[in-house]
Every structure is written in C-alpha cells, then in structure tokens.
Nanobody, 115 residues
Framework: QVQLVESGGGLVQPGGSLRLSCAASGIISAFYVMKWYRQAPGKQREWVALIYTNGNTNYVDSVKGRFTISRDNAKNTVYLQMNSLEPEDTAVYYC?????????WGQGTQVTVSS
C-alpha cells in the first residue's frame, strides 16, 4: 500500500519559515518525480515545486527564491523549505509522486500565514 504523509504545516507569521516533509512508504521515492502542490480556499490546486530523480528542481515563479525542494532518498522523504512566507502562501499543501502511469497523492497539510 502506497502512502505519502505530509507534515510540518501550521500557523506562521508573515516573513516566517516552515519546513514541510513528505514521507513515502510502499514506493521507492528515488524513482519518482516528486512534486508539491497547494490549494488555497476557493482556488484551483496549483503546482509549486518539483524535483527530478537526478536532483534538478523547478518552481512556480511566485515562490522562486523563497522555497526550496529537496529529497533524502535514504529516508524516502521529500522536503519543502519555505522562507519569507506571505499571506498569499496560505493553502493546503500536497505531496505528489509521479512515475507514469503511477501517480500518488498525500492527504495534505495546512499552512496558514497570518499575523
């Protein structure tokens, strides 16, 4: 049974930082493109960041320079370091593992940026 379990969300003030984790089980995440998505209230889910199996990364423009995605294959875990958080970053953040046609999702973790 494949599971992706996100953790690390919470309430943070503007300008603060959080680190999200996505722990995979039932798959070897090193073989997958790992992605983070987010969905804000009343909005569609949007892609935020991805990391390829070779370690290359890519980000949506709105988080470039503030967010960093990384992976620890030994721990079967992917991270999203989020710095300089803004109220617009408030959303449920989801982890995704993709190795076509396999496509797995976590249950999400809430991130709220508010003073």
């Amino acid at each position: 049974q494949v599971q992706l379990v996100e953790s690390g969300g919470g309430l943070v003030q503007p300008g603060g930082s959080l680190r999200l984790s996505c722990a995979a089980s039932g798959i070897i995440s090193a073989f997958y493109v790992m992605k983070w998505y987010r969905q804000a209230p009343g909005k569609q889910r949007e892609w935020v960041a991805l990391i390829y199996t070779n370690g290359n990364t890519n980000y949506v423009d709105s988080v470039k320079g503030r967010f960093t995605i990384s992976r620890d294959n030994a721990k079967n875990t992917v991270y999203l370091q989020m710095n300089s958080l803004e109220p617009e970053d408030t959303a449920v953040y989801y982890c995704n593992a993709l190795w076509k046609p396999q496509d797995y999702w976590g249950q999400g973790t809430q991130v709220t940026v508010s003073s």
